[in-house]
């Protein structure tokens, strides 16, 4: 168990470029969620996967953000057109969910910059 | 909609000291988390709490919840250095059927000075 990793772990991009994030969660988890945290605010709820279904988008991805889980492992963020609001830290979370606990566990994070 | 607020949202304490965070939402849950974050670092869990009464203790931290109030709270035992972090606590909506994603508190910045 090597715990949930992101890469890249920092990213500046030009405003407009498209970045690509990924997340590989622990294996033999099956939900992988995203959450974006700008700084001094907890994390908020983007997306999340049961396997490679995507369950839920939050209102605040907006139609720049796509996600995908394809073989139910990995996952991968993308952001296109990138705007300077789009720069936080973008976390990415992995759980087997059992009763009664449904504990999420984090990777470290990727930060992004749009100048 | 679900609200998650936490107070104080900054704390300095001295070493030895006793302090509570407190976690109120807006809403009914079965489930509250606590988390930990280092400056720069991603979020550790803590704690997990799953009905009214329960309480749990790790070395100097002490959480506790109160569902009929929708409150949590979060006691610390005679601080020290290596408490000073962020924390979190975060509201599982899985009973409204959705998914378990998590909705969290602004955060506690806690310093502790010697």
């Known amino acids: 168990d090597t715990g949930v990793s992101q890469n890249p772990r920092h990213k500046i991009t030009k405003r407009g470029q498209n970045v690509t994030f990924r997340c590989d969660p622990i294996?033999?988890?099956?939900?992988l969620y995203w959450y974006r945290q700008t700084l001094g605010q907890g994390p908020e709820f983007l997306t999340y996967?049961?396997?490679?279904?995507?369950?839920?988008k939050s209102r605040l991805l907006s139609d720049r953000f796509s996600a995908e889980r394809p073989k139910g492992s990995f996952s991968t963020l993308e952001i296109q057109r990138t705007e300077q609001g789009d720069s936080a830290m973008y976390l990415c979370?992995?759980?087997?969910?059992?009763?009664?606990?449904?504990?999420?566990?984090f990777g470290p994070g990727t930060r992004l910059t749009v100048l | 909609e679900l609200k998650v607020e936490q107070n104080p949202l900054f704390l300095s304490m001295q070493e030895g000291k006793n302090y509570t965070i407190y976690c109120n939402y807006s809403?009914?849950?079965?489930?509250l988390y606590w988390y930990r974050q280092d400056p720069g670092k991603s979020l550790e869990s803590l704690f997990v709490?799953?009905?009214?009464?329960a309480v749990k203790q790790e070395g100097r931290l002490m959480a506790s919840l109160d569902t009929k109030a929708r409150l949590s709270t979060l006691h610390i035992t005679a601080a020290v250095h290596d408490l000073s972090a962020t924390y979190f606590c975060?509201?599982?909506?899985?009973?409204?059927?959705?998914?378990?994603?998590?909705?969290f508190g602004q955060g506690t910045e806690l310093s502790v000075k010697p």
């Open positions: 979370a992995s759980s087997f969910p059992t009763r009664p606990t449904d504990t999420q566990y």
């Open positions: 294996s033999e988890h099956n939900r």
């Open positions: 996967f049961q396997n490679e279904a995507q369950l839920e």
């Open positions: 809403t009914t849950s079965d489930r």
């Open positions: 709490l799953l009905s009214n009464g």
């Open positions: 975060a509201v599982d909506l899985a009973i409204y059927n959705q998914g378990g994603k998590l909705i």
